[in-house]
């Protein structure tokens, strides 16, 4: 347990941070199993229309440096790729 003030301050800032680092990992998740139901399904057009969701989310977490810049990179294109191999 923290005993100086401002790692008590520390603890409190770091735990708020905490939800919404899950919260934008976990909007990457279900984004990303949404497209490979929708690709698995053959909905192309759907399919379509949810890339630029995956990728609002996967900026999102790169901005806040939840991920690197390569794997933020790499999760856009397995994404465009998965789209592009079913055409």
């Known amino acids: 347990m923290p005993i100086t003030k401002s790692a008590?301050?520390?603890?409190?800032?770091?735990?708020?941070?905490?939800?919404?680092?899950?919260?934008?990992?976990?909007?990457?998740?279900?984004?990303?199993?949404e497209l490979k139901t929708l690709v698995t399904q053959g909905a192309m057009k759907e399919a379509l229309k949810h890339l630029p969701e995956i990728?609002?989310?996967?900026?999102?977490?790169?901005?806040?440096?939840?991920?690197?810049?390569s794997a933020a990179a790499r999760r856009k294109s397995q994404a465009a790729r998965s789209l592009n191999k079913k055409k």
């Open 8 to 33: 008590k301050k520390a603890m409190r800032a770091s735990r708020r941070k905490k939800v919404f680092n899950l919260r934008r990992k976990k909007a990457i998740r279900e984004e990303w199993k």
């Open 55 to 69: 990728y609002q989310a996967i900026d999102k977490a790169l901005k806040r440096g939840l991920i690197k810049p």
